[in-house]
């Protein structure tokens, strides 16, 4: 006779842990399409339920063709679900660039010209963007977290800042930081920030200064470096210094600054007890990147 699971889902929510550090958690990625789409969100926005089935194929070639993440994006409240056009933000993380323009259908995007910026001026009117984008993930169909923490915050937020510069996101990854954002063009991804320091992040961000609390890396590199990076962002902040969100060159643990000073950073790898991934999974060990020490090298 076959034993029956009588296990319960844990009751915790994960994003009220707080036992794993953020740096080095970041949604990794160079470029992205910031598509508004005021409908359902599934699970997995390419999972052919948002989408037709058909469509949704033909768009995952398309954006992988140009090596394209897509988050869908919309106003929160009644705003963001009445709209006339679909309003596009092409980012180029790797360039700190991004592009706005509006169609009139979701199929358009089909007709983009992805490989690099100023490509859809002409046909488009894609215009240059010249202020932070914040997208904060409201993802619920993902983690029931980004609808209890991301929807309040980016409902406050949209009162204290003009048009376009919050937007409610599908899933932005790490929703055991819930509310989870991520800050265009530069892609660094914050978690775990009240209405004041988001705030404080996105004002910093208009002045193209780094904001460290929060924090969890730069998306356009991967987890190592997004904790040595951080490291050395640290180091400086704490000793009076204003730093720019450009600028840093991470090769392996070494950081140039604009300025050629040149740092390296001791890292070790540690183990995490009682990681929730996600609302309802049991507590886990994960394993996070620290650093050690921060040193000038030249």
Known sequence: MTALNTARPNPVRCSDTGVEPLPGTAKTGDRFVLLEHPGAWSRDVLDGDTFAPEFTGRLKKHLKASGMGLQLIRKPGREGRQIT?????????????????????????????????????????????????????????????????????????VADFPSDYVWES??????????????????????????????????????????????????????????????????????????GLSGFQVDGTQVRLPDGRVFEVEV????????????GDAPKVAKSWVATAVTLSS
Not at 117 to 143: M, S, W, Y
Not at 268 to 279: F, T, W
Request: with cysteine; proline share 4%; charged share 20%.
């Open 268 to 279: 070790s790898q540690e183990d995490v007890d009682g990681v929730i991934s996600s609302c």
């Open 85 to 157: 056009g679909h309003t596009v933000y092409l980012v180029f993380s790797d360039q700190q660039v991004m592009e706005r323009l509006v169609l009139d259908s979701v199929e358009q995007i089909m007709d983009l010209d992805l490989s690099a910026p100023g490509q859809n001026d002409a046909e488009f009117g894609a215009r240059p963007v010249a202020h932070p984008v914040l997208l904060i993930c409201t993802h619920a169909k993902r983690d029931v977290c980004c609808a209890l923490k991301g929807r309040p915050l980016a409902a406050e937020l």
């Open 170 to 243: 599908s899933h932005t990854k790490g929703h055991r930081f819930a509310p989870s954002m991520m800050l265009m063009p530069w892609n660094y991804s914050f978690g775990q920030l009240n209405r004041e320091a988001t705030t404080d992040m996105l004002m910093a961000a208009q002045k193209g200064e780094f904001f460290l609390p929060g924090n969890r890396g730069r998306g356009t590199v991967d987890a190592r470096s997004q904790v040595v990076e951080l490291a050395v962002a640290g180091h400086l902040i704490s000793r009076g210094e204003t730093v």
